[in-house]
């Protein structure tokens, strides 16, 4: 990746000599290696400590042209690492910009280390009207009810502790960002010479949390004597020693798998054992062993009582029994109901997903003897791969896109990252292969964050080997638009696709299904919905940030000749845009309130 546009002058000693050199030094010593940020005078000591005391490496500075794409680059960073990245936001107006994108990344449960500034919080340091509207008396209120913790210091002790306290719970199960107000003054004080900095490595985030032996030794009783278990696979780690041995627990319990796109790939989609397309709604093979289970094993399936409640209107006459392992709750706060529908357990285990696993796979094989229940043999048919549409010569549909891109990746012979996909995604083509395959859906459905997550996660794999690519709406990518230019400007790479269908498609099914509960023409539906007429350049629009880009696109060989060239360029280290028109349509079924 490009570090700079040319190398700063070189940093005058390394002595820390500025209060804003401390904040700057606990982000090296974290070993965070980014920091996204679109610049403000709030922070300006902070920047200046990030250039002329650490010469802009370890982190290295991101410049992005909207706050919201500081946070979503930091977020997509998380999907692909599981680890934090930093991001800075100027004072309250930045962060009411980057708002939106720390509760996607809340509701994703991603760690963050957001940085923030305000003030100066002593009035006569203040510069007329500009420092006295920049200055709030709590600004952490603006957003404690979605970060997991937020701190202000006010010396250069408390910005030690402040980072060593919000990494430290970042990083730990369950994940969520945190925010650092920095007060400007404080940050333009000089720093005595003794400031005490600990070593690291004696604050650092513990394990994830494991369940008691009495829990395991009551999962294995249950898992023993159940005829038809099945795993909801919720949220799992990017490690590939994690993958395994959930691999591991389903063959050696021969247990159905269901697996949720609104989640990262958490198990082989191919896999014998798994059934039905990753999918947020309980339909066809996935609702079918649901509903003859007699053991459901829930590890961290997001909104588990709203998935079964698509089965049973009344989850608690359901007659299966149900472990629930998950941390969620610690994090539940009322204000927001991401806790979803209450669902009911028979037995709630405290434990992280993939601690519980590693502790419950060894009692389990001793319990059975060693020996797997699995036969070897697929239990549900693999879901019906679709061929491209009929006209897909004269006219594309989202699905067409799927099928393409799984055809090029056969072909390529390279591993590829699904960075995004559209709310339609059928997952009947495009398989998932390893933790990495795909890193799931932006969390609390704020549009503009698809372009950011890619670059993010692009960010992380660039040394990879890997193909990361973005399956994006246009509503979503006209918000996050902008955010290509740091891709360009880095030369981050990329392959950026808009299923663009001229129009905000999901609110139009909202139209329609409200119309037709009122007895209204549903033909009106697309009014006050269509981007159209004129349509935007998308291609333009990314030529402008300084992607190479082409489109639009129209047909199945227009298509498959872009992908390749998109893919060909990615490969070779640079981003790539293509705009694919496609007819207005979901290749999935969804379902809305009224159904």
């Known amino acids: ?38 610049p403000g005078a709030s922070y300006r000591g902070f920047h200046d400590s990030l250039v002329n005391y650490l010469g802009n490496d370890s982190p290295q500075m991101l410049l992005c042209l909207h706050e919201d794409h500081v946070i979503a680059i930091a977020h997509g960073y998380a999907k692909a690492t599981d680890k934090p990245m930093a991001c800075a936001l100027h004072s309250n107006v930045g962060l009411m910009h980057g708002l939106m994108g720390i509760f ?30 920049h200055t709030a008396k709590d600004q952490g209120a603006l957003l404690r009810n979605y970060v997991k913790w937020d701190d202000e210091p006010r010396s250069a002790p408390g910005i030690v502790e402040a980072f ?12 969520a960002p945190v925010y650092i107000c920095l007060d400007a003054g404080l940050q333009e004080e000089e720093a005595a010479d003794n400031v005490i900095i600990p070593d690291v490595a004696r604050f650092k985030p513990p394990a994830e949390p494991a369940a008691s032996p009495a829990d395991v030794a009551e999962v294995v009783k249950l898992l023993a004597a159940a005829k038809n278990p099945v795993l909801l696979m919720g ?33 082989p989609t191919e896999h014998p054992l798994h059934v039905g397309p990753p999918s947020g709604w309980l339909r066809g093979a996935p609702k079918e062993a649901i509903a003859k289970a007699d053991l459901i094993v829930s590890l961290d399936w997001i909104d588990l009582g709203g998935y079964l409640q ?10 299966a029994k149900i472990v629930h392992v998950s941390l969620e709750s610690i994090l539940h706060n009322g204000w927001n109901m991401d806790y979803f529908a209450l669902p009911p357990a028979d037995l709630s285990i405290m434990a ?12 389990l094989k001793a319990e059975l003897g060693g020996l797997s229940r699995w036969d070897g043999q697929r239990i549900a048919p693999l879901p019906t791969a679709g ?155 990314a030529r402008s940030q300084g992607v190479e880009a082409e489109g639009p696109v129209k047909t199945k060989t227009e298509l498959l000749a872009a992908m390749k060239r998109g893919i060909e360029i990615v ?25």
Not at 16 to 34: G, T, V
Not at 575 to 588: E, L, Q, R, S, T
């Open 104 to 133: 996607n990344a809340w509701c994703d449960r991603a760690p963050m280390l957001i940085v923030g500034a305000t003030g100066p919080i002593a009035p006569e340091k203040r510069r007329p009207w500009i420092d006295w509207i």
């Open 310 to 319: 698509q089965l049973q209107k009344d989850t608690a006459s359901i007659t």
């Open 164 to 175: 060593l306290r919000g990494f430290q719970m970042t990083s730990s199960t369950p994940k």
């Open 571 to 595: 490969a070779s280290g640079r981003p790539y845009f293509i705009d694919a028109h496609v007819a207005p349509g979901y290749a999935n079924i969804i379902v809305s309130r009224h159904d």
């Open 352 to 363: 992280g997903p993939d601690a519980f696993v590693g502790q419950l796979l060894p009692v």
């Open 235 to 267: 949220r799992g780690s990017r490690a590939q020693a994690d993958w395994d041995r959930r691999v591991a627990l389903a063959e050696l319990l021969g247990a159905p798998v269901i697996t949720s796109l609104r989640e990262r790939a958490a198990f």
């Open 1 to 38: 990746m490009k570090q700079f546009d040319r190398p700063p002058v070189a940093p005058v000693g390394n002595k820390i000599a500025w209060k804003s050199d401390i904040a700057a030094e606990m982000l090296r010593r974290l070993e965070i290696p980014y920091i996204a940020l679109n």
């Open 387 to 541: 061929s491209y549409s009929a006209k897909a010569d004269e006219i594309l549909t989202p699905h067409d896109i799927e099928v393409a891109l799984t055809e090029l990746r056969a072909a390529s012979g390279k591993a590829f990252t699904l960075a995004h996909t559209t709310i339609g995604w059928a997952s009947t083509n495009y398989h998932f292969k390893d933790p990495l395959d795909y890193l799931g859906h932006d969390g609390g459905a704020g549009l503009a964050a698809g372009p950011g997550h890619t670059i993010g996660a692009a960010l992380a794999l660039k040394d990879a080997g890997r193909i990361v690519v973005a399956i994006l709406g246009d509503g979503d990518f006209l918000q996050g638009a902008t955010a290509l230019w740091t891709a360009a400007h880095y030369q981050i790479p990329a392959l950026f696709i808009v299923s663009n269908n001229r129009s905000n498609f999901n609110d139009e099914i909202h139209q329609e299904a409200v119309a037709k509960v009122r007895a209204r023409p549903v033909e009106n539906r697309w009014v006050g919905q269509r981007i159209d007429e004129p349509a935007p350049d998308l291609a333009g629009m």
